[in-house]
């Protein structure tokens, strides 16, 4: 069955398509500013795809991508989704993307439950395995979590999302956590490593000068020895 797919910028949900396969679905992306089109033009069902904005902002880090442009255009999207979700309930479900690649059995079970009509699977349970989630670097996630934490912009869509998407794992939607000592530490040791690597540098440079030095004097002394044999 077809499925056209409506995310979130930098959620990552093509990690997702594997997942689909698995359950006889073909996604159909569509552009958010496109997507209330696709769907009222279509009994298509929609799957509405997201990640907090503070993953969003850190996979735009870690894309090379600017993370305040980033979370405006998460902003646009996200209410975007919610717009078309109000308006097409029975033909839209929203999913929070980590939670599905986490819980990819729990998702298929809520989908069997309250959208049968939506699996096309073969005989027999489909084997669905989690996605090993990669932690995001704290470094970007601290940045991340204080950009959206002062934009009054974020906050309030974040109960609706939440409120909107199908719970699959406990606290799925919490602002994610930050161990700061360990970061502190990290950022000890890193300072410490580059502290040292410039110490062996330096070193290496006052060798190198002093070796073209020594040089510079052999090669003056041959120049010198060379004139007064003529």
Known sequence: MSLIIGATPFSQWERMEPLFQQLGLAAQPSDTSA???AVASSSTPCLLLHTRP??????????????????????????ALLD???ANRSQCLMVEVHSALKAPAQLLDWLRNNRPSWLTLPTGAPTVVADAVELPD?????????????SAKVQPLL???EA???????GQYTVPTIDIEQL??????????????NQSL???????????????????QSNATGQAER
């Open 184 to 197: 502190q530490q990290r950022w000890q040791v890193e300072s410490q490593e580059l502290e040292s690597l």
């Open 138 to 150: 704290e470094r970007h996630l601290l940045l991340a979590t204080q950009l959206v934490a002062q």
């Open 202 to 220: 330096l070193q290496a440079q006052s060798q190198l000068e002093k070796a073209q030095k020594a040089q510079q004097q052999n090669a003056g």
């Open 159 to 161: 109960a609706p999302l």
């Open 84 to 86: 078309v979700l109000r």
């Open 54 to 79: 503070e993953l969003a902002v850190v996979q735009a880090i870690a894309e090379g991508a600017s993370p305040n442009e980033a979370l405006a255009q998460w902003i646009t999207a996200a209410q």
């Open 35 to 37: 997507l209330p089109g």
């Open 164 to 170: 909107s998407t199908v719970p699959l794992v406990a």
